[in-house]
């Protein structure tokens, strides 16, 4: 396991442990939507955007139990946007990680219901932090409530369904993904560098890495879409095809698109000068994601 494996898997047991704390059980009336949340929170994933602003967090000296907040208040939103991004009215998928998707399993209003219960926990998770200055938390709290609005993946989200069957030039499928996809991706090495209050030019080069891996882990999955194994994905393949969607490999090939993609994995790394070893477990982070199969 090399540091940033084990990075990542430190990290997810802490997330987890603390997530399951703020996922209570709910009174009988509220339980089906509060199994819901839970269900697609737990349903697996690799937490890396929570890893990443806890990372960049401690890498900048602040305390990342102080910061743990704002990492599960992240993966809530991932998570809400994943059951909304399932639902018949967007990408429809029956399948996440494997096992049905949210609204399959308890239905479309319950999971629609879910997503909003995790969206709206989220905030009220993060701002809970203490022992971190209220002008830090309140920043960092901004910072993610622009990333998960209409500036940021509801955005991003936008311009994939109305560019859903024509196509759409680079341009624009560019902004998509770094809205879409990208934009929690930045928020999260951001937030941790505000946390622990780090300079400017700190949480310069962490918006720098994350722009890089965020496209790259896009790319990557448009290239997995094509050529990856349906049963290590967990979900189907092909999807991009049968909705007539625009992606870095329809636009460019398969060949262009991985050359692009570690070209981003390189510039990633380059930007992570400033923090010297210390970074070195970011640095892999950027090849996992670049040679992922899943």
Do not use: W
């Not at 998707?101 to 209003?109: I, L, V």
């Amino acid at each position: 396991m090399n540091k940033a494996e084990q990075m990542l898997e430190n990290y997810r047991r802490l997330i987890e442990g603390a997530l399951k704390k703020h996922i209570n059980e709910a009174p009988d009336l509220q339980k089906s939507v509060r199994d819901a949340m839970a269900y697609s929170l737990f349903i697996g994933g690799k937490r890396i955007r929570p890893a990443l602003l806890l990372e960049f967090c401690r890498v900048c000296g602040g305390n990342v139990e102080s910061a743990l907040n704002f990492a599960c208040a992240v993966e809530m939103i991932h998570t809400y946007s994943l059951i909304h991004d399932d639902l018949p009215c967007m990408d429809n998928s029956d399948f996440r990680r494997g096992r049905p998707s949210c609204h399959k399993k308890f239905g479309e209003d319950i999971a629609l219901l879910a997503g909003d219960g995790l969206l709206t926990l989220a905030f009220e998770t993060a701002l809970k932090t203490e022992n971190i200055p209220a002008g830090r938390v309140i920043k960092a709290a901004v910072i993610l409530a622009r990333a998960a609005g209409v500036d940021g993946m509801i955005g991003g989200q936008v311009i994939d369904l109305e560019s859903e069957g024509r196509a759409i030039p680079l341009d624009t499928l560019l902004k998509m993904y770094s809205l879409k996809t990208g934009a929690l991706i930045k928020a999260s090495a951001v937030i941790g560098c505000v946390l622990a209050g780090a300079g400017d030019n700190i949480v310069n080069a962490a918006e720098t890495y994350a722009e890089n891996i965020g496209l790259c882990f896009q790319i990557v999955d448009d290239i997995l879409d094509l050529e990856g194994d349906e049963a290590t994905l967990g979900k189907p393949i092909g999807s991009d095809e049968r909705n007539r969607k625009s992606t870095f490999v329809t636009l460019n090939g398969p060949v262009i698109a991985k050359q692009k993609a570690a070209y981003l994995a390189k510039s990633a790394k380059e930007s992570l000068k400033i923090f010297g070893e210390e970074a070195l477990p970011l640095a892999e982070l950027a090849d996992m994601l670049l040679y992922r199969n899943s």
